[in-house]
Nanobody, 122 residues
Framework: QVQLVESGGGLVQAGGSLRLSCVTS????????MGWYRQTPEKQRDLVAV???????DYADSVKGRFAVSRDNAKNTVYLQMNSLKSEDTAIYYC????????????????WGQGTQVTVSS
């Protein structure tokens, strides 16, 4: 199986910064994308940022210019650097990977972490 463990969430004042980390482990034969999503009780889980195996990145319009996604292949870790945080960034942040767990699999499945709470006080 595939495991993802997030860390780095917490309480921060508006305008501050946080860096989220997500360590992946398990039987990952290959992967095509890693990213971060967020969810509040009022909204569905939405994409925040994604990075592909080729290094392409994409962001939600609401975080462009403030957030940056990166990965460290040697550490099997993906990061989300969040700057200039706003109260509307308050949410549970989930790490995601699209992975194949064996050479037999012909498609990539989504795997999720348990989530980490980010709270931005105004």
């Amino acid at each position: 199986q595939v495991q993802l463990v997030e860390s780095g969430g917490g309480l921060v004042q508006a305008g501050g910064s946080l860096r989220l980390s997500c360590v992946t482990s398990g039987n990952i034969f290959s992967w095509n994308k890693m990213g971060w999503y967020r969810q509040t009780p009022e909204k569905q889980r939405d994409l925040v940022a994604v990075i592909t195996r080729g290094g392409y990145t994409d962001y939600a319009d609401s975080v462009k210019g403030r957030f940056a996604v990166s990965r460290d292949n040697a550490k099997n870790t993906v990061y989300l650097q969040m700057n200039s945080l706003k109260s509307e960034d308050t949410a549970i942040y989930y790490c995601n990977i699209g992975a194949r767990v064996s050479s037999i699999s012909s498609y990539y499945s989504d795997y999720w972490g348990q989530g980490t709470q980010v709270t931005v006080s105004s």
